[in-house]
């Protein structure tokens, strides 16, 4: 039942979307600052990703404290604390130690995994009626933060200071959180019931093979993902030997073609299935890394990246509605492992590329961690598309 409305909800919608697009924001910032920190801080690429496990182990336990909240609907509050976290750790990462530079990023993991979901669970609570236009608009958000990012912190950064950039950004958040103090309670969803699950819906899910591959495309896929936002700016840096400050940088185009990617796709839907979906895009995808590893200039490089935002725009939803329509409606509730997987898998991936380009000397040679895992996930998902129902263990 939809949810009574005794008030005005507008204000809160809209500071809940800008609370969104600042999240957008702190999620890339990480990928946006590796050059300039690793000046500042004389780091090579191995020292730098720790930042990675160390961001998505922040973001891991958010998710965790949210599900904690979510038990007694307290995602209001989630969503002002993680506001706060993402403010702090993003002013902690001016600290002149990387130890504390650390626990900001640390800190900024916390509140966008205190954030994001928080934010989902509200907007859905209030559009109950039509909750994928509404979170589809939401997520739309997101996607401007992210594209604004790279100019933003070129705007106010400097070659070795953030200082600027994030101290606007923790303002802006601050702000945010401070202003959800006076929403009214009513914003708060309603308690619900555990749903009653039918007898296809309460097979032991994590028992089956299909549920484990399709974490696995999870792991891969979300550590591509990660992989890209983390090393994009850094790798188009190294190919130009100077920081790429151009308005439509790689990162820029691969975020924006990343946004009209998620637009395009529901037309694409209305003429090919989940697999054939998940295909194409991940085929795009190899066309675009193969440009982008092979690329010796910016302009080129840049290419490659749209064809590989483009291309990996709806992979990630597609995944997660695959495990929905083979496992029923109560799989939402049980779905913990998968996202768990993905965030995992960005931790792994983006250590591993900083690893590989330690070792080699060259971050092109890291990079191919992403092509080799585009190709993992057209194997496993010919595999995949072979199994349609799960078969328990």
């Not at 404290?65 to 995602?75: D, I, R, V």
């Not at 700016?233 to 990162?251: A, L």
């Amino acid at each position: 039942m939809e949810q009574s409305k005794t008030f005005d909800d507008k204000p809160t919608k809209i500071l809940l979307h800008a609370v969104f697009l600042f999240s957008g924001v702190a999620t890339v910032l990480i990928g946006q600052v590796l050059p300039i920190l690793a000046k500042h801080f004389s780091l090579n690429d191995l020292q730098l990703s720790y930042l990675f496990p160390t961001q998505f182990s922040g973001s891991l336990l958010g998710t965790f404290l949210t599900s904690q909240f979510g038990k007694h609907n307290k995602f209001l509050l989630a969503t002002m604390i993680g506001c706060f976290s993402m403010a702090i750790g993003v002013i902690l990462m001016n600290v002149d130690s990387f130890g504390v530079c650390l626990a900001g990023f640390f800190m900024n993991g916390l509140g966008i995994g205190l954030t994001l979901p928080s934010v989902n669970m509200l907007i859905l609570s209030m559009n109950s009626a039509r909750p994928g236009a509404a979170l589809s608009f939401l997520n739309f958000f997101w996607g401007v933060g992210a594209i604004i990012c790279k100019p933003f912190v070129d705007l106010f950064s400097g070659q070795t200071s953030i200082f600027y950039s994030t101290m606007i950004l923790a303002a802006l958040i601050s702000a945010s959180g401070l202003f959800l103090v006076f929403l009214p309670k009513q914003t708060e969803p309603e308690s619900q019931k555990e749903p009653v699950l039918h007898a296809h819906e309460s097979k032991p899910i994590w028992r089956t093979p299909i549920a484990w591959g399709i974490a696995l495309f999870g792991f891969i896929h979300v550590g591509f993902e990660g992989g890209m936002i983390g090393w994009l700016t850094t790798y188009s840096d190294r190919i130009e030997h100077r920081p790429v400050s151009m308005f439509f940088s790689p990162t820029l185009l691969y975020f924006l073609f990343f946004v009209i990617g998620r637009g395009v796709a529901p037309a694409l839907f209305r003429f090919l299935n989940e697999n054939k979906m998940l295909m194409v895009g991940l085929s795009i995808i190899a066309i675009g890394m193969i440009i982008s590893l092979s690329a010796g200039s910016v302009s080129v490089l840049s290419i490659g990246a749209a064809v590989a935002g483009f291309g990996t725009s709806w992979i990630f939803p597609t995944n997660v509605a695959r495990f929905y329509n083979i496992f029923g409606a109560g799989s939402t509730h049980r779905a913990t492992p998968l996202f768990i997987c993905g965030t995992l898998g960005a931790a792994s991936v983006t250590w591993l590329i900083g690893l590989l380009s330690n070792q080699f000397g060259d971050l092109r040679a890291g990079m191919f961690v992403l092509l080799i895992s585009v190709v993992v996930l057209i194997v496993l998902q010919v595999v995949l598309s072979l199994r349609n129902e799960p078969e328990p263990i």
